[in-house]
């Protein structure tokens, strides 16, 4: 009886919850804010941005005339769109990227933001449709991005799907968990000495 309530609070105060997996709505983890960076704005050849309770579909620039030509293709530009949750947590999802870029994936990149920095996940030397399945751990904020280096010669399309968030316990709440297991654990070894 003892092992079995012990086992029981362990596991109980370790418990890790599990947001929603939606884009939108108050199931969110955090608010998902979509922003552009440089001079790219939304629409028309800047790109667009939609959400849905499954799926987040990002387009990046495609438009010269905007100040986001003529980036190049080694770095990356200062034109993007993002879409970013403020919340920290581990993120798991699917992604499809296509290009209808003439010199391929490396006029179009994209890629998470991890804690506010830049991880690339589309292949810039491979195929204009690529894919996968990956997970990030976030302590701040996690979010995604398109940047068009060139913002010419056709735009890129990503689409995330199958999203899901779990929460990271922060170190004050690990040393409460910690704190009450060593509680309940006091506890057993005083009864089994007194017994």
């Not at 418990?15 to 969110?28: I, L, N």
């Not at 990030?136 to 735009?155: E, K, P, Q, R, V």
């Not at 999203?163 to 040393?175: K, R």
Request: proline share 4%; net charge negative; charged share 10%.
């Amino acid at each position: 009886m003892k092992k079995t309530l012990t086992s029981l609070l362990l596991g109980a105060a370790c418990a890790v919850p599990a947001y929603a997996t939606d884009f939108v709505g108050a199931g969110a983890p955090g608010t998902l804010a979509i922003s552009t960076t440089g001079d790219l704005a939304l629409g028309a050849g800047g790109g667009s941005a939609a959400a849905t309770a499954s799926t987040l579909v990002l387009v990046g620039g495609n438009d010269e005339s905007n100040g986001c030509a003529g980036s190049s293709y080694s770095v990356l530009g200062p034109c993007q769109i993002q879409a970013v949750f403020t919340a920290p947590g581990n993120y798991g999802f699917s992604w499809g990227y296509t290009t209808a870029d003439g010199e391929g994936p490396a006029g179009d990149w994209f890629g998470v933001l991890v804690d506010g920095h830049a991880v690339t996940l589309s292949d810039l030397g491979g195929a204009v449709a690529q894919g996968g399945s990956v997970q990030f751990t976030a302590n701040t904020a996690f979010g995604w991005y398109i940047n068009c280096t060139d913002c010419s010669g056709g735009a890129a399309t990503a689409t995330i799907t199958g999203l899901s968030v779990t929460a990271v316990p922060e170190p004050a709440s690990w040393a409460l968990m910690l704190a009450g297991a060593c509680g309940v654990a006091g506890r057993a070894w005083r009864r089994r000495l007194t017994a």
